[in-house]
Structure formats: C-alpha cells, structure tokens
C-alpha cells in the first residue's frame, strides 16, 4: 500500500512570482510570460505596485502589500517565493523573515555566486534598468558585494520608458538593441568584467543578443530559479 501526504491546494507548481501591476508587454523570455519556463509556476499581482513606484519611487509603503501576496501563494502550496524586479530586493530581508520558504527578491542575489567563478582580476558587473535610483541599500539587501560595477540602459531610451511608464505598446526590436547598446558600453569602460548579471526581470528575452555582442557569459532571474526549480 502506497500512503502520500496532502496539505496543499495545488501541487506540481513550486515557484511563485509576485507580479507588479503593470500593463506593458511581456514577451517570451520576460519573467511574466508563463511561456518563459519549462516548469509551472504560479503568478499573483501585487496591486498599486506599478514599475514607477517601485524602481523611480523604492517601492515606498508596498511590503506589507508584498508580504500578504506571498502569504497567499505559500498557503496555496508554493515552496519558493520571487519577484519580477530585481529592485524589490529592499524587501529580502523583512520577506524572508515572515514567509515560511525561501525567497528570492531579485537576480542581484547571484553576484557572490558568480563572482566566486569568475578568473582573478575578472568582475560580475550589473546591468539595471534604472541606474540613478539603484542604491547601495538595493545591494546590500542582497548582498551584493562592495564595489561591484553597475552599468543602465540610456535613460529615456525605448527599453526604459516603455517599462518604467507602464506602455502598453513596446518596439521589441529597439528594445533589444538598447539592452546590447548598454551591455557594450558596459564592457568598453569596464575591461575588468567578466560576466554580465541583468538586475531587470524584462531584459532575459535580449541574453542572447548580449552574450553574442560582448563575448560573456549573462546571468538573470531566469538562469537563477533554473536552479531553483532543480532544487525543488
């Protein structure tokens, strides 16, 4: 006789993505595009969490709104709780407290990992979608190490403002030469680098652009819950 265990409301689908509310399009390989991952994950928005209040604004007032979503997915039976933007890692530690499973906040929590891979004199260096408001309080939530060099996308540029002012139209083409335009700039002021690690959820359908155009390896939220999903 075979005895199994229940306790759950769902099953088969361990990752839950905390969702800011936003309206712009998510195209294969962005983390809100379900068609992203080879495994089931489950999906709640966070409501009043838009792109503007959370990257421009430090996500000012939204945790408990953060950690009763989590809530949520975790009583419905998810193992491991992330977010769809590398700048909720202000949350890590206050999430991370409260929810009974591991969190992962942002994609800047595999700098250390990668860095300890890395060749001496090479560094991981960040690629964000808003460099003027990434603050060493972002990095330090996670971790990230001191003096890891940071690059942005051209403010004001397609990749930026259709994300940031919640567009529900994208140049999906201008969007991905953005993403490399930065990425070489990146690597032509910083000859030390030696492995590119995205902060932003949206920029995983460009890694392969970029991994062409610089000749290093890319990181993102999605290489980081690949490994998740296998420990689960």
Partial sequence: MTMIKGGKAVYGAPIGILMLDARFPRIPGDMGNARTWPFPVRYKV??????????????????????????ELVDDGVEVITTNC??????????????????????????????AMLPPG??????????????????DAVGVPEGTPIWGVGTGCEFQRALLDDDSELDVEQAGQDVV????????NRHDLGAILFECTNMPPYARQVREATGLPV?????????????L
Avoid at 53 to 58: A, K, L, Q, T
Avoid at 127 to 135: A, D, F, K, P
Avoid at 181 to 188: G, L, M, N, R, T
């Fill in 46 to 71: 966070v409501r009043g969490a838009s792109p503007d209040h959370v990257v421009r604004r430090s996500a000012e007032g939204l945790l408990p709104a953060f950690i009763e979503a989590g809530r």
């Fill in 86 to 115: 590398g700048f909720l890692s202000l949350f890590q530690m206050e999430m991370s407290e409260v929810l009974d499973v591991p969190v992962v906040t942002s994609a800047m929590m595999q700098a250390v990992p990668i860095q």
């Fill in 122 to 139: 090479r560094r991981v260096g960040i690629l964000t979608i808003c460099r003027e408001t990434l603050t060493d309080a972002h990095l």
């Fill in 181 to 188: 335009d930065a990425a070489v700039s990146f690597v032509e």
């Fill in 219 to 231: 990181f993102s939220i999605e290489s980081c819950l690949h490994w998740v999903a296998a420990a």
